[in-house]
């Protein structure tokens, strides 16, 4: 029983320090700016891996897939990006101010998109080019009505 006992209260140290360590890493607008980008990039990644997939046959349905998964799983997040103080002149950061100053908007735009890749990945599990293509497109043009507003053009 002491053993168990011991081992639960390792592992929860283990969980409560893991937090910590990402609480001190949300603090540094830099280091907010650098996630957001990786996660950026991963969405960047799922839309150029299915357009070689769809236009070019230059990629399998299972690079597809384990592309747009990783998006979709961050796509319910994107506002939680977004904290006030990491707008352009932080690191190298392309977000303008006005997400700030339009946060209802940008908030529609974000769920918008989440909405967007959250499909777009239920349509890629289930393998059909057409209609992969199609969600592709929806899903795109969600990521594009956000960046002409809120992010800065030479990024
Ligand atoms: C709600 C607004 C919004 C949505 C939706 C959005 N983005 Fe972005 N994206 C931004 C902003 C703002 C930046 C600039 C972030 C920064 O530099 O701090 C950015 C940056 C990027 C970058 C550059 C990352 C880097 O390396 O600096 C890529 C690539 C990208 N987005 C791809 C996408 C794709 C693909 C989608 C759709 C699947 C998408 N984004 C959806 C707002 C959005």
């Known amino acids: 029983m002491k053993r168990i006992g011991t081992a639960a209260s390792l592992a929860g140290i283990a969980i409560a320090t893991g937090i910590g360590l990402t609480a001190v890493n ?3 607008p830099e280091e907010l700016v650098e996630q957001r980008q990786d996660n950026m990039k991963v969405f960047g990644n799922a839309m150029r891996v299915t357009g070689a997939y769809v236009r070019e046959d230059a990629a399998t349905i299972e690079e597809v897939q384990e592309a747009v998964m990783p998006a979709a799983a961050l796509a319910p997040d994107i ?3 977004f904290p ?3 707008e352009v002149g932080v690191g190298n950061s392309a977000a ?3 997400i700030w100053e339009q ?3 940008f908030t529609e735009a974000a769920n918008a998109a989440s ?3 959250v499909d777009f990945e239920e349509v890629v599990a289930l393998g059909d080019p057409a ?3 199609a969600a592709m497109a929806q899903a795109g043009r969600t990521c594009g009505a956000c960046h002409d507003v809120y992010q800065a053009d030479d990024s």
């Open 26 to 28: 949300a603090q540094s």
């Open 79 to 81: 506002l939680s990006w």
């Open 84 to 86: 006030e103080g990491t």
């Open 96 to 98: 303008l101010p006005i």
């Open 103 to 105: 946060w209802d908007d």
């Open 115 to 117: 909405q967007a890749i």
């Open 131 to 133: 209609n992969i293509a």
